[in-house]
C-alpha cells in the first residue's frame, strides 16, 4: 500500500521559514517526479513546486525565489523548504508523485498525480 505522509507544518511569521518533509513508502518513485500543492482556506488547490526524476525543479510564480524543492531518492521523500514566508502562503500542504514515469516537463495538473499525502497545515502570521 502506498503512502505519502507529510510533515513539518506548523506556524511561522511573516518573513520566517519552515520545512516540510514528504516521505513515501510502498513503492520507489525513484523514475516519478515528485510535487508540492496547497489549498488555502476557500481557495482550490494550487500546483506550488515539483521535481523530476533527475532533479529538474519547477516553481509557482508565486513561491519562486522562496520555496526551494528537492529529494533524496533513496529515502524516497520530497523536501520542501520555504523562506520569506508571506501570510498568503497560509493553506494546507500536500506532497503528490506524479504518475507519469520519467516526466521532465513543466505541467503538474491534478489529475497526472496519483498518489497524494493527506496534508500539512502551514500558518503564517502577520
Known amino acids: 500500500q502506498v503512502q505519502l505522509v507529510e510533515s513539518g507544518g506548523g506556524l511561522a511569521q511573516a518573513g520566517g521559514s519552515l520545512g516540510l518533509s514528504c516521505a513515501a513508502s510502498g513503492r520507489a518513485f525513484r523514475a516519478y517526479a515528485m510535487a508540492w500543492f496547497r489549498q488555502g482556506s476557500g481557495k482550490e488547490r494550487e500546483f506550488v513546486a515539483a521535481?523530476?526524476?533527475?532533479?529538474?525543479?519547477y516553481y509557482a510564480s508565486s513561491v519562486k525565489g522562496r520555496f526551494t524543492i528537492s529529494r533524496d531518492s533513496a529515502k524516497n521523500t520530497v523536501y520542501l523548504q520555504m523562506n520569506s514566508l508571506k501570510p498568503e502562503d497560509t493553506a494546507v500542504y500536500y506532497c503528490a508523485t506524479d504518475r507519469r514515469q520519467y516526466y521532465s516537463g513543466n505541467y503538474y495538473p491534478d489529475n497526472e498525480m496519483d498518489y497524494w499525502g493527506k496534508g500539512t497545515l502551514v500558518t503564517v502570521s502577520s
Open positions: 521535481i523530476t526524476w533527475h532533479g529538474r525543479v
